[in-house]
């Protein structure tokens, strides 16, 4: 097994959980770390023997053979194209970039270099998703007619709730759709093989001024707050998006997604309606997987090695009735990247900038929709 080096740009809670990742996979050594705020500190404490405030200067000075890119979406370009230009391969963080544009000029210059390009999209690795998809793939389901689903969280529900994704100068026109309904919507068209062909979306910004504390603060109660702790900031980016879909085999679905979702944490749902069966995944349920039947009895299947697909035994970690969740996801992600930079022609079963241009596209047309209040047309 070959040994490679690794460097991270961005340290903050998505990069430690790729440093972690990285580091559970055991032929990985993460060398070094970049971030432009407290890189010496964050180097200390994870044992990294090298920091870099530019990682143009981490580029340069280390020999690395993969590039993490863990920072705001509006820098995600800049950083990969300098990485890949110099001969680096590169996994991204989500979404890829901020346009169609961007993300495809990457996938360009990927493909001329010959170089691995992945975007973290994680869920795809969950055992039990995986197992949906081999359910699909071999028809257990029947014809899927109907796919439904919602993500949801809660740490953006206050109006002193602030955080750089807020500013569409740095997330993107789109905020929780890059954000949240990215993931949801590249899980579903990758455990089905179908295509969302149309969309039709409505944002709601419910808070169109936020209060942007100028101490640090995890919660201060809107009854103390004085006008000198903090600043108006408009927001331009949605809180919320309803999004109906059809999808290439004649298909209907629609999602739900918010970041003022009270007391749901991180819960991404997915429901999919076939001529046979049902299936449902929760994360707030991460190793089941529900089968509803018409003249049967339902079913919960369980994360076991025994049982499950052979293939999804293959991205199993531990024994059943031991939880495996979003850090076993990203590792297993990262194992399959970096098997296929020893081994090119294997499948790439993680995605690739392919999936993140289409990602993005997805994301604009979403967003032309929800300003046109029509129908859009995503395939052309």
Request: glycine share 6%; proline share 2%; net charge neutral.
């Amino acid at each position: 097994m070959k040994n490679f080096k690794a460097g991270v740009v961005g340290t903050g809670f998505i990069g430690v959980a790729h440093v972690e990742a990285l580091r559970r996979i055991g032929n990985i050594e993460v060398v070094a770390i970049s971030d432009s705020f407290n890189a010496e500190e964050k180097a200390k404490v994870m044992n990294i023997p090298h920091w870099f405030h530019d990682y143009k200067d981490m580029i340069s000075k280390m020999e690395l053979d993969v590039i993490h890119v863990c920072t705001p979406n509006n820098t995600h370009y800049e950083i990969s194209k300098y990485a890949m230009e110099r001969g680096i391969n590169v996994v991204c963080e989500k979404p890829v970039t901020t346009t169609v544009k961007e993300a495809e000029e990457l996938l360009k210059i990927a493909k001329e270099k010959k170089l691995i390009h992945a975007v973290n999209f994680h869920n795809r690795f969950n055992p039990m998703v995986y197992e949906l998809k081999k359910m699909i793939q071999d028809n257990s389901l029947g014809e899927i007619f109907s796919i439904h689903g919602a993500y949801l969280q809660d740490w953006l529900l206050y109006d002193t709730d602030y955080n750089w994704r807020i500013k569409s100068k740095e997330s993107g026109s789109t905020r929780v759709v890059a954000d949240l309904g990215s993931h949801w919507m590249d899980t579903v068209e990758n455990i089905t093989g179908l295509r969302i062909t149309e969309v039709f979306a409505e944002f709601t910004i419910y808070h169109k001024i936020r209060k942007r504390l100028l101490k640090p603060s995890n919660f201060i109660p809107e009854e103390s707050l004085k006008p000198e702790d903090y600043e108006e900031i408009h927001i331009d980016t949605e809180d919320a998006a309803f999004i109906i879909f059809r999808f290439s085999n004649g298909a209907k679905g629609n999602l739900a997604l918010s970041q003022m979702f009270a007391g749901r944490k991180n819960k991404l749902s997915i429901f999919v309606a076939g001529t046979k069966e049902s299936a449902e995944w929760d994360s707030e349920n991460i190793n089941g997987l529900y089968l509803g039947r018409r003249n049967n009895y339902n079913q919960i299947v369980v994360k076991d090695t025994n049982l499950l697909h052979k293939a999804t035994a293959d991205i199993v970690s531990y024994p059943g009735g031991h939880v495996e969740g979003f850090p076993d996801t990203i590792k297993q992600n990262f194992i399959k990247i970096y098997k296929s930079l020893e081994d090119k022609s294997m499948d790439r079963e993680y995605a690739t900038f392919e999936d993140g241009a289409r990602s993005m596209k997805l994301c604009e047309k979403i967003f032309e929709s929800a300003q046109t209040s029509k129908w859009v047309n995503v395939m052309k």
